[in-house]
């Protein structure tokens, strides 16, 4: 019989000033720059402004035994000028080496809770390649669209189930 350990996936709020606001920022450029179109500075500034930037949006962060693996944003609004919804699920991120471990799925979850927590029923994402992943967790294409040239899915899940 061989033994697996089960890996200790932690995620948090991230706070005005907290250290790995400088770590998600640079996840964030690497993920989507094309998108966001900032240098790290600006990028690390708009992070600061985004968590001390009310009780509608939250910044999280995960980790996989102690070691930072991943973010994801809870925010009022998503993808301008596209869909006048609200909330989204934004800026879903795993480092490359703690992907398949269920770091995603636990940062989506803990990003559901948050919206359920502020008293939502739904919640929005848009999604270009990732769309049977997060179908396998219980959303659903609601809208196919085309932002500035990139096909994208429009996905909501109901928070009441």
């Known amino acids: 019989m061989i033994a697996t350990a089960m890996a200790s996936i932690q995620t948090f709020i991230l706070r005005r000033g907290a250290p790995e606001i400088a770590l998600c920022a640079k996840w964030r450029l690497e993920a989507f720059g094309d998108v966001l179109g900032a240098s790290l500075p600006d990028e690390i500034k708009r992070l600061e402004d985004f968590v001390g930037g009310g009780d509608d949006q939250v910044a999280l962060m995960a980790t996989c035994d102690g070691a930072p ?20 699920l934004a800026g879903l991120y795993v480092v490359p080496e703690f992907r398949r471990r269920g770091i995603g799925g636990s940062l989506i979850r803990a990003t559901e809770e948050q919206a ?46």
């Not at 848009?126 to 196919?144: F, K, N, P, Q």
């Open 116 to 161: 359920r927590q502020r008293g939502h029923s739904q919640i929005y994402l848009y999604s270009d390649d990732a769309i049977a992943y997060y179908e396998g967790l219980g959303w659903r294409v609601v809208e196919r669209t085309d932002w500035h040239g990139f096909p994208m899915a429009l996905m909501t899940r109901d928070l009441r189930t």
């Open 69 to 88: 693996a991943g973010t994801c944003l809870l925010a009022p609004k998503e993808l301008e000028p596209c869909h006048p919804l609200t909330p989204w």
